[in-house]
């Protein structure tokens, strides 16, 4: 074996070929891909248009530096990024996958700061929140809130101030919404103040938190009040929709759930479908005048920003994912999930909430429904019920650590949204009747 695992104690399937919704593996076994790989096959495996456009714009040109070039697939694939984004975005910066989508948004709004004020500002720190994800890129762990990410690496990472994020189920602050009177978003005017406004370019946060804490939504005037607090003290507000963009949640991008305009957009998996590694940054004129009028130079760039053949991926995909309404197919299954499969979820064991919009939803193991006491670390339930799924011919995405940075176990079920009703019904059906096989061997052990 050569290659450097993920893993070097486990045995991975070995994957043959997908087809649709499918993975098939090569003893021919079939699955059922209930997490899109990771949140990111939005269009399943095996669509030939994709592919013919890519392999099409390769035997044109596989490449043309962004030093020295421009090419037309590049123009032709922002433009249908652009035309799913919120009014007001009007330039993308290509990069290669969400790490470096939020990691230029977070270097681009320290620069915006130095362009508008003559190379003069001490805007620099980004306020991120406490279970988040933004990458695995030292910058970017910086930023994010995933301990279990951040633990082996802290001693090389510059940290960024965190405040605590909404977590109804959990509220941080023993409230309820909406009596709280969002307290959560409160938080962070009272960090920029204690931290000073003139040392803070951005606040970055998920529109729906992802991995880290499965499928928390916002509720409702979270985003529009994060929105005024960042036009109050002049910081921009970079929605991370690397996971929620694109039509996941129902929405072209999840922030249009509650018409907030965000200043950046990071974006990435859904993008190319992972028919290729595509990122972007989708950029508002306010934020693209400041540098056209500045100095006219991000000072950021690498070797593969804006590659031909990814960008024949994004404008395929794009085509595919407006001719076949997937956003709109992401809306009503995400309705059906609500009316059909929301209560048998929540009523299984070991089920403490199940949360989530479009085709992103996600469950958190509790030990005691009651008490919402977690699982014990070395429990591994997450993990474990991801193997389990695995074995009865479905995926599920894993997560853990959002009850304190350490404990907490939540899987996501996000489907590709190419899924229809019948396939859905298989998926939550699997699903049912393994949290119920599970949590019932579960039971047998403790
Ligand atoms: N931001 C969010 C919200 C994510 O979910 C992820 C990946 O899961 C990233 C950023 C990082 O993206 P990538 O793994 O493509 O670098």
């Given at each position: 074996m050569n290659v450097f695992p993920r893993n070097f104690n486990r045995d991975f399937p070995i994957v043959d070929h997908g087809e649709g919704i499918y993975i098939y593996d090569n003893k021919g076994n079939r699955y059922l891909d209930g997490c899109s790989g990771a949140v990111s096959a939005n269009i399943g495996y095996g669509n030939k248009e994709v592919a013919t456009a890519i392999y099409e714009q390769i035997c044109k040109t596989s490449f043309a530096h962004g030093s020295i070039w421009d090419t037309e697939i590049n123009e032709i694939a922002a433009k249908k990024i652009l035309n799913i984004a919120p009014e007001g975005f009007t330039r993308v910066w290509f990069v290669n996958a969400g790490s470096e989508a939020t990691e230029a948004a977070i270097k681009m709004a320290h620069q915006y700061h130095l362009e508008k004020n003559n190379g003069v500002s001490e805007k620099s720190l980004v306020i991120g929140r406490e279970n988040?994800?933004?990458?695995?890129t030292l910058g970017t762990l910086g930023i994010g809130g995933n301990v279990n990410r951040r633990r082996l690496f802290m001693p090389m990472i510059v940290d960024h101030p965190k405040i605590e994020t909404h977590y109804c189920y959990r509220c941080p602050f023993n409230k309820?919404?909406?009596?709280?009177?969002?307290e959560c978003a409160n938080k962070l005017e009272e960090k920029i103040n204690r931290v000073g406004a003139k040392y803070i370019s951005a606040f970055i946060a998920e529109p729906i938190i992802g991995s880290t804490a499965g499928a928390v939504v916002a509720p409702e005037g979270y985003w529009k009040k994060v929105r005024d607090i960042c036009d109050k003290y002049d910081i921009l507000l970079i929605a991370?929709?690397?996971?929620?963009?694109?039509?996941?949640?129902?929405?072209?991008?999840?922030?249009d759930h509650w018409g907030v305009k965000p200043d950046i957009i990071a974006s990435a998996k859904g993008l190319a479908a992972c028919y290729f590694p595509v990122g972007a940054t989708l950029v508002t004129k306010k934020v693209a005048d400041v540098f056209s009028k500045g100095s006219?130079?991000?000072a950021h760039s690498h070797?593969?920003?804006?590659m031909p053949a990814a960008s024949a991926a994004v404008s395929a995909v794009m085509d595919f994912y407006v001719k076949n309404d997937l956003c709109g197919n992401a809306y009503k299954m995400g309705g059906i999930i609500e009316t059909r499969y929301a209560k048998e979820v929540a009523d299984c064991d070991y089920v403490g909430d199940f949360r989530g919009k479009g085709l992103m939803w996600g469950i958190e193991f509790v030990k005691d429904k009651k008490t919402k006491e977690p699982f014990a670390r070395k429990d591994d339930v997450a993990t474990k019920f991801r193997d389990f799924c695995l074995n009865k011919g479905f995926t599920v995405y894993p997560g853990t650590g959002?009850?304190?940075?350490i404990n907490g176990d939540n899987i996501m079920i996000a489907p590709p949204l190419i899924i229809n009703e019948e396939q859905l019904d298989e998926l939550y059906g699997k699903f049912v009747s393994a949290l119920r096989l599970f949590s019932s061997q579960l039971k047998k052990s403790r």
């Amino acid at each position: 074996m050569n290659v450097f695992p993920r893993n070097f104690n486990r045995d991975f399937p070995i994957v043959d070929h997908g087809e649709g919704i499918y993975i098939y593996d090569n003893k021919g076994n079939r699955y059922l891909d209930g997490c899109s790989g990771a949140v990111s096959a939005n269009i399943g495996y095996g669509n030939k248009e994709v592919a013919t456009a890519i392999y099409e714009q390769i035997c044109k040109t596989s490449f043309a530096h962004g030093s020295i070039w421009d090419t037309e697939i590049n123009e032709i694939a922002a433009k249908k990024i652009l035309n799913i984004a919120p009014e007001g975005f009007t330039r993308v910066w290509f990069v290669n996958a969400g790490s470096e989508a939020t990691e230029a948004a977070i270097k681009m709004a320290h620069q915006y700061h130095l362009e508008k004020n003559n190379g003069v500002s001490e805007k620099s720190l980004v306020i991120g929140r406490e279970n988040s994800y933004h990458g695995s890129t030292l910058g970017t762990l910086g930023i994010g809130g995933n301990v279990n990410r951040r633990r082996l690496f802290m001693p090389m990472i510059v940290d960024h101030p965190k405040i605590e994020t909404h977590y109804c189920y959990r509220c941080p602050f023993n409230k309820e919404y909406p009596t709280c009177g969002l307290e959560c978003a409160n938080k962070l005017e009272e960090k920029i103040n204690r931290v000073g406004a003139k040392y803070i370019s951005a606040f970055i946060a998920e529109p729906i938190i992802g991995s880290t804490a499965g499928a928390v939504v916002a509720p409702e005037g979270y985003w529009k009040k994060v929105r005024d607090i960042c036009d109050k003290y002049d910081i921009l507000l970079i929605a991370d929709e690397v996971m929620t963009g694109v039509g996941r949640t129902g929405k072209n991008f999840c922030v249009d759930h509650w018409g907030v305009k965000p200043d950046i957009i990071a974006s990435a998996k859904g993008l190319a479908a992972c028919y290729f590694p595509v990122g972007a940054t989708l950029v508002t004129k306010k934020v693209a005048d400041v540098f056209s009028k500045g100095s006219g130079v991000f000072a950021h760039s690498h070797t593969f920003n804006g590659m031909p053949a990814a960008s024949a991926a994004v404008s395929a995909v794009m085509d595919f994912y407006v001719k076949n309404d997937l956003c709109g197919n992401a809306y009503k299954m995400g309705g059906i999930i609500e009316t059909r499969y929301a209560k048998e979820v929540a009523d299984c064991d070991y089920v403490g909430d199940f949360r989530g919009k479009g085709l992103m939803w996600g469950i958190e193991f509790v030990k005691d429904k009651k008490t919402k006491e977690p699982f014990a670390r070395k429990d591994d339930v997450a993990t474990k019920f991801r193997d389990f799924c695995l074995n009865k011919g479905f995926t599920v995405y894993p997560g853990t650590g959002m009850v304190d940075g350490i404990n907490g176990d939540n899987i996501m079920i996000a489907p590709p949204l190419i899924i229809n009703e019948e396939q859905l019904d298989e998926l939550y059906g699997k699903f049912v009747s393994a949290l119920r096989l599970f949590s019932s061997q579960l039971k047998k052990s403790r």
